[in-house]
């Protein structure tokens, strides 16, 4: 399945975007760019569809494939890092003839590179490191961009020092240091990238479409592919190609683009499952599929081709009619003649006599256009002898299922003769795959990446089982919430929604609640130390991180501090009209951990304390300051950035720049209300990066667990990782102010005067 037709089917069926799922017409522009490629389609809806509707419901035209990446993104800026920095005895020529050498044999092994010369192998040592160094890089600088406004000023923004050798021949040559900032990349993207190959990519295919669309306007745009996460892509679009789009609305996301297209593997398979293996996108055409021929060393023809097939017949129509120089309309489907012989005839001006040169082409009448020409091995074919030509001659093509197509042409053939045939050599054409299917209880999607590769699997009790519960109002809503709500209860809270086993979703359940209680409680607590007459002992009794005493935590200093906490107030319903059903639900909990029985309602239960707490952080987010650094004459003011942590999984896009007179660490962890400047810390009872020093896992949000002999346990918000710190290790800190909660709680300070901007 063609990505960019995964990239539809996910905003369509699978995210049910507004804009693409509502039930009216559209045209839409996919465009994913990948880690190797950029690729284009315009897809043309005929009706809206349902997951449970089978049939083809849209038809794609016009596609384009580029070979152009994240790693040319990486390709171009490593290029100019190492001529900035070449000493002046090292011959540019060399550089390039070696770089040429290096695209070329990148994927070598270590025996191939043991049989090259010295100075290659150095050169292939330096480079290769430099384009690693250059990936970190451009993925650091990018996630801290918090405004994609082609006009900001991004001078200096999220520097990244990179090393790079003046002499790349040499084992041990002297380093240069360059900053790799913002700015930096953005030009380069820009001219390098956009300016130099993407633009043009997508106008060729907006004007391939444009015969077959009828007049019809693009009414939407649709990005995919990691490197859309690079988010300029939405600014150039609408600066450079206004006038393809004016009428189409951009679709961007508030999620990482790389998983679009294995998420819309996983729509697809789902969609299949219901229409009984027919999937939407089966052996079809991707472009129009033209042909021009040229007789002996004359003129090239455009001409009108006439079907004989009565498959490819349509309804009353004469040769002329038929559009000049087309065999297959883009999006023609060639389901059921797959091995057939089609075939069309034409009148030429004059006979090939001695050869006819033919080009196969994809919407393109140029056969110059090698970007665009199906038959690239052979282009002219000779003439048989004794040949005998009539007033036309037939073109026949058959179609495999691999999409090789067999091209022959037949002179001198009609009623009563068959004619001289001449065979030309199969070429590729683009299109979807043919193979037949027969329908599945199991599918299984891959998507084989140039950077990363995912795979989805899906079944018909999978199916069956979110059918069921899409029917009810509550599943929904939480559905909603899992993308709203901060990370720490985000997360537990998709594990419990994704679970099918009965048992481990009592599990599940119970986690999901005890990291909602966590939040709460933690925040609760965290602003109760900031009054002034606080003077208890809250946290000292919880030697354990379960429900029940987080419960008493927070109905506790709820109690105490009553309307008095701006952040909390929102929770006192809890302790008020919901506090029977809540105490209820507790004590269930402690009957589940204990094997004795229990009856709770847990998405009841998830979806109040959900919902309490969308409204606690409706103004606020809870998230990470990072980079912060003190401002160049800045007089005593500070710079950086704050990471929003949200949603049930990373990468964490929504940033937002910071000033004011706080240095922060990049380790404790902050609700902060953005439109007012006030931040509140949650830290120490939330740590994020605690396994930082581990490289074998991916950094996390820990959270305060438990107690023990010597030290105190915090969990990773992802599952089976966790951290033990103790007054003698590397958190000896972090160590002591727990011990320090645990007998009383200890006074701290909202933080004030804060600047936020890019605000959403």
């Known amino acids: 399945m063609p990505e960019p037709f995964a990239v539809f089917q996910y905003y369509r069926y699978g995210l049910r975007h507004p804009s693409v799922a509502e039930q009216r017409k559209h045209v839409a522009l996919v465009l994913d760019f990948g880690g190797g490629t950029f690729d284009v389609s315009v897809v043309e809806t005929t009706k809206a569809g349902d997951i449970s509707g089978g049939g083809v419901n849209s038809r794609p035209l016009g596609a384009t494939s580029i070979q152009v990446g994240g790693f040319y993104i990486n390709r171009i800026l490593a290029e100019e890092l190492l001529f900035s920095v070449l000493g002046p005895r090292i011959e540019k020529a060399q550089v390039r003839k070696s770089l040429t050498f290096f695209y070329q044999n990148k994927n070598a092994d270590e025996e191939d590179i043991a049989d090259w010369s010295q100075d290659k192998r150095t050169f292939f040592k330096h480079y290769k490191r430099l384009l690693q160094d250059v990936e970190r890089a451009k993925i650091s600088i990018c996630n801290s961009i918090a405004n994609w406004n082609l006009a900001a000023d991004l001078s200096g923004i999220a520097p990244y020092p990179i090393s790079i050798p003046v002499d790349p021949f040499t084992e041990n040559a002297a380093r240069a240091s360059k900053r790799l900032d913002a700015a930096k990349i953005k030009a380069i993207y820009t001219e390098n990238i956009w300016n130099a190959k993407l633009k043009e990519a997508v106008s060729r295919t907006i004007d391939r479409a444009k015969d077959e669309l009828g007049g019809q306007e693009i009414t939407v745009v649709l990005l995919s592919g990691g490197s859309s996460n690079i988010r300029w892509l939405r600014s150039l679009l609408e600066r450079d190609l206004k006038s393809h789009l004016q009428s189409a609305q951009i679709l961007e996301l508030s999620e990482n683009f790389s998983e679009i297209v294995a998420k819309g593997l996983a729509t697809e398979c789902a969609r299949r499952y219901y229409t009984g293996g027919q999937g939407d996108f089966r052996a079809v055409t991707y472009n129009r599929l033209c042909l021009l021929l040229r007789s002996d060393d004359g003129e090239l023809e455009l001409k009108h081709f006439r079907p004989i097939s009565e498959n490819l017949k349509q309804e009353g129509r004469d040769a002329k009619e038929y559009e000049e120089a087309v065999l297959l309309p883009a999006a023609r489907s060639l389901r059921g003649l797959m091995g057939q012989a089609l075939r069309w005839k034409v009148k030429l001006a004059k006979p090939p006599k001695a050869n006819l040169s033919y080009y ?401």
């Not at 179609?399 to 009623?415: H, Q, S």
């Not at 209680?517 to 007459?533: Q, R, V």
């Not at 990471?643 to 929504?654: A, D, N, V, W, Y």
């Not at 990066?689 to 490289?695: A, E, H, Q, W």
């Open 360 to 760: 196969f082409m994809r919407s393109s009448f140029d056969p110059d256009d090698l970007d665009s020409r199906h038959n690239v091995v052979q282009t002219r074919i000779p003439t048989p002898k004794g040949a005998v030509f009539q007033q036309g001659i037939e073109i026949e093509l058959v179609v495999r299922e691999d999409g090789t197509a067999e091209p022959a042409f037949y002179y001198g053939k009609d009623n009563r003769r068959e004619g001289t045939r001449a065979v030309g050599e199969p070429f590729y054409m683009d299109m979807t795959f043919a193979a037949e299917e027969v329908p599945g209880e199991t599918y299984l999607g891959f998507d084989f990446g140039t950077s990363t590769s995912a795979c989805s699997f899906v079944s018909s009790s999978d199916i069956q089982w979110i059918e069921e519960r899409s029917k009810s109002a509550d599943w929904l809503e939480l559905a909603e919430l899992v993308n709203e709500l901060p990370y720490p209860v985000a997360a537990p809270l998709a594990r419990y929604m994704s679970e099918k086993d009965s048992q481990r979703r009592l599990d599940r359940g119970r986690d999901a609640i005890e990291a909602m209680l966590t939040l709460m409680a933690y925040t609760t607590l965290a602003e109760y130390s900031t009054l002034e007459k606080q003077n208890s002992a809250h946290f000292k009794g919880m030697a354990h991180r379960s429900a029940g005493p987080l419960w008493a935590i927070l109905k506790n200093c709820l109690k105490a501090s009553r309307s008095e906490l701006p952040y909390s107030t929102s929770l006192l319903p809890l302790t008020q009209k919901n506090l029977t059903a809540i105490d209820n639900w507790i004590d269930q909990i402690a009957n589940s951990k204990h094997g004795r029985g229990s009856n709770i309602d847990y998405v009841s239960f998830l979806s109040l304390l959900g919902n309490t707490l969308a409204k606690t952080f409706g103004d606020s987010c809870l998230g990470v300051f990072e980079g912060v650094t003190p401002k160049r004459f800045g007089q005593g003011r500070f710079k950086g950035l704050f990471r929003e942590l949200k949603g049930p999984s990373q990468t964490f896009i929504h940033v937002h720049e910071y000033e004011g007179y706080q240095a922060f660490s990049d380790e404790d962890v902050y609700i902060v209300q953005p439109k007012t400047g006030v931040a509140l810390s949650l830290s120490p009872w939330y740590i994020w990066g605690l396994n930082n020093s581990n490289t074998y896992d991916e950094i996390d949000l820990f959270e305060y667990d438990t107690s023990k002999t010597g030290g105190f346990v915090f969990k990773a918000v992802q599952p089976n990782l966790e951290c033990t710190i103790s007054a003698s290790g590397n958190f000896g800190e972090t160590a002591g102010a727990i011990s320090a909660l645990r007998e009383r709680e200890q006074k701290r300070e909202l933080v004030r005067d804060l600047t936020f901007s890019n605000l959403d």
